[in-house]
């Protein structure tokens, strides 16, 4: 089973001025026409799965408007989201887009969310402004980890006008280690901060990594790629590698059906291999592929 880990979902009216200026600022950053991003519609989403052979993916709803102004209110997106995947339940996941600033709020939409509406996890956000460990939200992640949720938070760089300090992944660690029995997905393995995501990973038996936003490196720096892959299999394990894609936003760069090839069909760089260190096996290919993400949420 093949499984993207992590998409992202918006019809173009719904998405704020603000909004869509981040989306088209990321298209300026990697010089192509924004029009390819602007449609993240779950039509064109499963269509592209299929073509892929993605069985099914992860879409996230996203609390953005302690940065930006919303045109759509965050409970709107979750809704909205919802409704997608209630209309391929087969094919697609919903993580709920709360911010833990809320307060009460967020613990009764986080409910909402996954006991009413059927989310299997939360989507953390911290570039719009906050620490994921603050002891603030202890309450909101006492009740994610009663309700079995799983939360996917955010680390690394993001889109320009976003805020990058609060976005380390050593800011997982406290809360991984407080809240053993939640499982934190930490997305884009940390990127440019792998050696602290790895080491998170590597010592907090329920925190996993995403190489979703990597397709860029994949395609133009592979060795890169390759580098921080093999470094993350051989200090963490295999078992804590999840396939992702961060759809639509690097499709135009390299589409799923490539990605997933690359990584059926990737071989390491020859100073890799002439440094003595293991090709993955097709067994490990299909752990990063699906098999992993599978455990995670449960499925
Ligand atoms: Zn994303």
């Known amino acids: 089973m093949i499984i993207d880990g992590h998409c992202h979902v918006w019809d173009e009216e719904s998405l704020s001025k603000e909004l869509r200026e981040v989306i088209v600022s990321i298209a300026k950053q990697h010089d192509f026409d924004p029009n390819l991003i602007l449609n993240g519609t779950p039509e064109r989403l499963v269509e592209e799965m299929d073509e892929a052979g993605i069985d099914k993916a992860v879409i996230v709803a996203l609390d953005y408007q302690y940065l930006f102004r919303g045109k759509v209110s965050y409970r709107e997106y979750n809704d909205m989201v919802a409704e997608m995947f209630n209309e391929y339940p087969d094919r697609l996941i919903g993580f709920a887009g709360i911010d833990p600033r809320r307060g009460k709020e967020a613990i009764q939409e986080l409910e909402r969310c996954i006991e009413e509406l059927g989310f299997r996890g939360v989507k953390l956000w911290p570039l719009t402004g906050f620490y994921p460990d603050d002891m603030k939200y202890y309450p909101f992640y006492e009740r994610v980890e009663e309700l079995g949720a799983v939360i996917f938070c955010h680390t690394g760089e993001g889109p320009p006008r976003t805020y990058l300090k609060y976005c380390r992944p050593v800011y997982i660690d406290k809360i991984a280690i407080d809240f053993p029995k939640i499982k934190f997905i930490m997305a884009h393995m940390g ?26 490196t994949f395609k133009m720096v592979p060795f890169a790629f390759f580098q921080t892959l093999v470094q993350a299999k051989l200090s963490c394990g295999i078992e804590k590698i999840l ?4 759809w639509p936003l690097f499709t135009p760069i390299l589409s799923l059906k490539k990605w997933v090839r690359g990584i059926k069909k990737m071989k390491l760089p020859p100073p890799l291999q002439l440094m003595g260190l293991p090709e993955f096996t097709d067994e490990e290919k299909n752990k990063i592929l699906g098999e992993n993400a599978a455990k995670v949420l449960g499925l």
Do not use: H, Q, R
Not at 243 to 246: A, E, K, L, N, P
């Open 243 to 246: 396939f992702g894609t961060d």
């Open 191 to 216: 990127k440019p901060w792998t050696d602290e995501a790895i080491s998170v990973a590597t010592k907090n038996p329920n925190v996993y990594l995403d190489i979703s936003a990597w397709e860029p």
